[in-house]
């Protein structure tokens, strides 16, 4: 590896993790935080300016960027927290509502297989169906169709269950 890439991202590490102390909760945090943006900064050594100051000034960005992922993933452990939560409370509250959810579940299982994930993407995990398009890797015009689809086809199935109530 390049002395300068080297000596570059090492001198930038003590200024990163104080970047990142300043920021979360914990110093274990912002350790993990520090150790995935030297990894991104290690996997894009090549695209390192030459320049100190572009240098120092693209390694925060990439240290911003590690930063935001790391609160929207934490934002979205806190909504599934919450949504477990009250489906917990639901089950405990009306027992009757477990049969209802084992046989959405068993209608669930007779959609095509990416259909199923994309219900469960959105659904269960909170993706929005760009999201889920990235995460999937396919065009979002397609997964909202697909998901469009798979929503009738379960209220479809709902309905006839319950003799078209």
């Known amino acids: 590896m390049d002395t300068h890439i080297t000596s570059t991202i090492d001198a930038s590490s003590q200024d990163l993790l104080g970047y990142f102390l300043r920021r979360v909760s914990s110093p274990e945090d912002a350790a993990d935080l520090l150790g995935e943006t030297l990894l991104v900064l290690w996997r894009r050594a090549d695209d390192l300016p030459a320049e100190p100051l572009e240098a120092r000034l693209w390694m925060f960005g990439i240290a911003r960027r590690v930063l935001s992922t790391y609160r ?6 806190v ?4 949504r477990l939560r009250l489906e917990l409370e639901v089950r405990t509250s009306a027992s009757e509502r477990s049969t209802e959810g084992e046989e959405l579940h068993a209608l669930l299982l007779e959609l095509d297989l990416l259909d199923q994930e994309i219900i469960r993407l959105v659904h269960w995990e909170g993706f929005s169906l760009a999201e889920v398009a990235t995460i999937l890797a396919r065009r979002p015009g397609t997964i909202r169709s697909r998901y469009a689809r798979a929503r009738t086809s379960l209220r479809k199935a709902i309905d006839d ?3 078209g109530l």
């Open 79 to 82: 909504a599934l927290a919450d």
């Open 161 to 163: 269950q319950n003799g």
């Open 72 to 77: 929207r993933a934490g934002l979205r452990r």
